[in-house]
């Protein structure tokens, strides 16, 4: 009998798999089961999976490669401000940054990473404001099947891991769903995945661009299979011995509840470190709320981080000039379930212009009493706090380090405060009832 190796490494380690040794062992004869070892290097390699989407006429944001701070200026001039840069040696978003101008490229490059020829930063078009999105799929190398598409409550920019999510999606149009689910059955069988695959996506500008192929189990399998009631790892594990998809009878069901996935962050150990989200991963664990509607999921998974939301009191809103507009709505919300709104100048002074009620608060370098002040008198009860770029968020750090030291629910997205509002609305006068797993399972179809 041949001797069978599974490759069981995370997407972190798998470049620091030695080629050779994945050479000696298929030269010993050792047959390593599920998908190949050349379609996982296929998908780490930016070129190649280039290729591939578009032989399959799939969009992809553009890109480059720059070994240098001259290349990456001309890169930056071809696919124009903002950009999503990143060290090609590292994986999992480890160094990477949102750059928003030629100052903060060349603030990157000559501080932040070690840029030669044997190791170039990789440049891809930021798409502003766009929805991320991912499907898991099981394949056999010749179709595959995409149990659900889940869509991430922070815009992209936030690390896949660090932001929430939901399954079924909530805002994404059901044509860009399905276009999600073919592009992920084509990119499947092209690279012949046997097993499972994750796959990453951008919708921006009403047009779904990938981000990445991961021909592997992700950290978002076992969310998946809890909330679509079906048992991705055991069916991927059939597969990988043999078995088709054909044979499995697998169907696609009407999800009737909602299921909300929250990272767990470490903060409140690190009380001096800046809680603000980017595209480095800073989670180090996750939770699933099911619910039958979203906003009683959401609730349900910041209580499970031991970050329950609060049914009354007070919001300090202060925001960026770009998330003032998306802010409106939330604020409005929170008044009407009867919150106090504070703001800081800017955004008091648009809220106001904007019709909604709100009181002025003072930064700590305006005065007292400040934002600091109400904080340690407990008269704030959920900060939302949004910083942009490595600037802003050295001016307002202590304002969300403040949330960690005394315990008080923070946001830093404008989308994850309407999800609040959301949540804290669908809990109002609402009793705890707990319904197991087993119920949400039997009412698919």
Known sequence: MKPIAVCMVSPEQWGDVNPLSRTMLEEAGVKIIGTSTDAIDLAEDRDLFRAMMEKLRIPMAQSG???????????????????MVRPSYVLGGRGMEVVHDEDMLREYLTAAVEVTPERPILIDKFLVNAIEAEADAIADGVDAFVPAVMEHIELA????????CVIPPVSIPQKHIDTICQYTRKIAI??????????QYAIAEDT???LEANPRASRTVPLVSKVCGISMARIATQIMLGKKLADLNLRHRHIPHFGVKEAVFPFNMFQEVDPV????????????????SFGLAYSKAQEAT???????????????????????????AFSKLGFNIIATKGTYNYLIEKGVKAQQILKLHEGRPNIIDSIKNNAIQLIVNTPIGRRSQNDDSYIRKAAIK???????TATAAAATAKGIAARAGRQNVVKSLQSYHADLV
């Open 190 to 199: 092209e690279m012949k995945v046997v097993g499972l695959m994750n796959m």
């Open 65 to 83: 490669m720059a070994s240098d701070l001259d290349q990456a200026l001309k890169i930056a001039w071809r696919i124009c401000y903002p950009l």
């Open 406 to 412: 005394y315990k008080i629910p923070y946001i830093t």
């Open 277 to 292: 989200l980017g595209p480095e991963m800073r989670s180090t664990g996750e939770v699933l709320g099911l619910a039958d």
């Open 306 to 332: 031991q970050q329950p939301l609060p049914s009354e009191g007070t919001v300090l809103i202060t925001v960026t000039e770009a998330d003032k507009a998306a802010i409106v709505d939330t604020a409005r």
């Open 157 to 164: 920019g936030i690390h896949s891991g660090d932001s929430a």
């Open 208 to 210: 779904v661009y990938v």
